[in-house]
């Protein structure tokens, strides 16, 4: 059964930056797709960065710039630096893998950006 552990969440200040991870286990496929969806305050999950095997990006036009997405095949690991944060960069952070035809998501890690 396929797992998704997630870290890094937190309170920063505005202008901070912050750093997740989100590792996965548990699959005998290769993982294709990796990246991370948020959930602001009230408002419906969305796009933040996606990742695929071969390393092309993709990014929210409201995080281009601070925003940096990597990944680890080794360690079956995806990264989100994020810089320059804002209050409305709040939210809950789900990571999300795509195994074979199966979408995967993690708990959710809490980002809180506020002075």
């Known amino acids: 059964q396929v797992q998704l552990v997630e870290s890094g969440g937190g309170l920063v200040q505005p202008g901070g930056s912050l750093r997740l991870s989100c590792a996965a286990s548990g699959s005998r496929f290769s993982i294709n797709g990796m990246g991370w969806y948020r959930q602001p305050p009230g408002k419906q999950r969305e796009l933040v960065a996606l990742i695929t095997s071969g390393g092309s990006t993709n990014y929210a036009d409201s995080v281009k710039g601070r925003t940096t997405i990597s990944r680890d095949n080794a360690k079956n690991t995806v990264y989100l630096q994020m810089n320059m944060l804002k209050p409305e960069d709040t939210a809950v952070y789900y990571c999300?893998?795509?195994?074979?035809?199966?979408?995967?998501w993690g708990q959710g890690t809490q980002v809180t950006v506020s002075s």
């Open positions: 999300y893998v795509r195994i074979d035809l199966w979408d995967y």
